[in-house]
Nanobody
Framework: QVQLVESGGGLVQAGGSLRLSCTAS????????MGWFRQAPGKEREFVAA????????RYADSVKGRFTISRDNAKNTVYLQMNSLKPEDTAVYYC???????????????WGQGTQVTVSS
């Protein structure tokens, strides 16, 4: 069993910044991809960013490139999402995701966190 716990969401004005964190615990695989997805009201869940085990490979949705940065600390089993220049359209529930493997893709694995709300006011 894998548990993922997110934190760091909140309310911020447009142009502001937030940093999300997600810590994994339980039966952690030896190598795994960690990623972030988000779901806005009335919309499907969408890919935001993902990072390889080593941290050397990352992938971003076009809508967040240049504004968001994903990173990880394997000693802490934690992944971060630094979000800068936030826009109202970034408002969503953000979910952490863990997928065993080495290839960074936009596909999620089976393990999800509970989600954290990010609201960007205009």
């Amino acid at each position: 069993q894998v548990q993922l716990v997110e934190s760091g969401g909140g309310l911020v004005q447009a142009g502001g910044s937030l940093r999300l964190s997600c810590t994994a615990s339980g039966r952690i695989f030896s190598m795994y991809i960690m990623g972030w997805f988000r779901q806005a009201p009335g919309k499907e869940r969408e890919f935001v960013a993902a990072i390889s085990w080593s941290g050397g490979s990352t992938r971003y949705a076009d809508s967040v490139k240049g504004r968001f940065t994903i990173s990880r600390d394997n000693a802490k089993n934690t992944v971060y999402l630094q979000m800068n220049s936030l826009k109202p359209e970034d408002t969503a529930v953000y979910y952490c995701n863990l997928r065993p493997g080495v290839s960074v893709t936009t596909s999620p694995g089976d393990h999800w966190g509970q989600g954290t709300q990010v609201t960007v006011s205009s």
